[in-house]
């Protein structure tokens, strides 16, 4: 299922909202929706601010730490965003949680110009999602991102 309120930029492979307010309706239960709204609107520092205060209280909250490191990535500190996904990968023991995370370490290799690592990454994360019959959605973005680092390492 597409979601109107927001998208993947097939360039970037940054989410992208598309309409603020039915972002906020359809994420109204989500005690970090705030944060993906900060987030996927271009503020990573304000975001990492309310991420840390929020790990404060709950620092085993895996979904924080990698939003975290999403927000460390757009301020490109990418070495410290790509531990935090590697300790995440190591810690993870379902395989859809792995793919989710290796798919978001792609994305730090990505955005660090990284394209080999992003290449394997999402290699892994696709198969994971296929191997785990994730939804359509997810193996598609899997296939996005894996199509786009193929298409800039072939230029």
Request: glycine share 4%.
């Amino acid at each position: 299922m597409l979601d109107p309120s927001w998208h993947i930029d097939e360039q970037t492979l940054l989410p992208v909202i598309d309409d603020i307010a039915a972002f906020r309706d359809e994420f109204a239960a989500d005690p970090l929706a705030e944060e993906l709204v900060l987030l996927w609107t271009g503020h990573p520092e304000e975001t990492l601010e309310r991420l840390t205060d929020f790990l404060r209280h709950n620092p085993g909250n895996a979904r924080a730490r990698a939003l975290s490191a999403d927000a460390l990535r757009d301020l490109g500190r990418f070495a410290q965003a790509t531990e935090i996904y590697r300790e995440l990968i190591e810690g993870v023991s379902s395989p859809l949680r792995e793919a989710t995370f290796r798919q978001h370490l792609g994305k730090v290799h990505f955005a660090a110009g990284e394209y080999e690592a992003a290449e394997e990454c999402f290699a892994a994360a696709l198969e994971l999602r296929i191997a785990g019959d994730a939804s359509t959605d997810l193996v598609a973005s899997a296939e996005l991102a894996l199509a786009r680092v193929r298409e800039l390492l072939a230029s």
